[in-house]
């Protein structure tokens, strides 16, 4: 019988000498600091002093926004009414009163005025209207009870609408940009779903962002009426 085989292991271990650090003051963590000791006697005062500074800011701020006077209103549901032809067969209806507010200046904050009606008038049916904007609009009566003094600025407002989501901010195709032919079966495939193709025809351009543009128009009745 053979005799068994004796093996032995030998591990070298290497000790590098570490290099303290400098003896600094930066170094060892030994910088001079300001710890104040928060007490009644030195927060109350600077709370006091803070709201005696910033208190004629705020009245000055609630009396300019007291001058102000703004008026909105909400046509969102504007294409669900009875649609007309031709402005001679508007059908007026009443907005709802959660869908329009008058904010007047504090000097006319008593003057009185009526409900806005709105009609909706479809053109898409009638040949002699080529101007896109034109063919579908939302007539808005409203008053105005009050003098605008200048300048009148006019905003719309949208809501539901994030353009910062990133699907909404990768929906578009670099190559279709840069004004090469892109086969609607790479759109599909690509980011620019759900608005990539219709029945296999590739749109151009193609993606959320070209596609959800905001096209709102005011009519000349409307500037007239501001002015």
């Not at 007047?104 to 009526?114: F, G």
């Not at 003094?149 to 809501?159: D, I, M, R």
Request: with cysteine; hydrophobic share 40%.
């Amino acid at each position: 019988m053979e005799a068994a085989s004796e093996y032995v292991l030998f591990s070298t271990v290497t000790l590098i000498p570490l290099t303290p650090a400098p003896d600094t003051a930066f170094k060892q963590q030994r910088l001079k600091a300001w710890q104040p000791i928060l007490t009644p006697k030195t927060v109350l005062p600077t709370l006091f002093l803070i709201g005696i500074i910033f208190a004629p800011i705020g009245g000055l701020l609630i009396w300019g926004s007291s001058r102000v006077t703004e008026i909105t209103f909400d046509y969102t549901q504007c294409e669900s009414l009875p649609a007309a032809t031709s402005l001679d067969n508007l059908q007026f209806t009443d907005m709802p009163s959660n869908k329009y507010s008058y904010q007047l200046s504090a000097a006319d904050h008593n003057a009185q005025h009526s409900a806005p009606r709105y009609a909706f008038l479809d053109n898409s049916a009638n040949a002699s209207v080529t101007d896109v904007s034109q063919q579908r609009e939302c007539i808005v009566e409203f008053d105005i009870p009050a003098t605008l003094e200048p300048s009148v600025l006019f905003y719309y407002k949208l809501t539901n609408f994030y353009q910062n989501h990133r699907r909404y901010v990768k929906s578009l195709n670099s190559d279709q940009l840069k004004g090469k032919a892109v086969s609607p079966a790479t759109l599909d495939n690509g980011d620019c779903k759900p608005l990539s193709s219709i029945n296999g025809v590739a749109i151009y351009p193609c993606g959320l962002i070209a596609n959800s543009l905001f096209n709102g128009a005011r009519s000349p009745i409307i500037d007239r009426v501001l002015r």
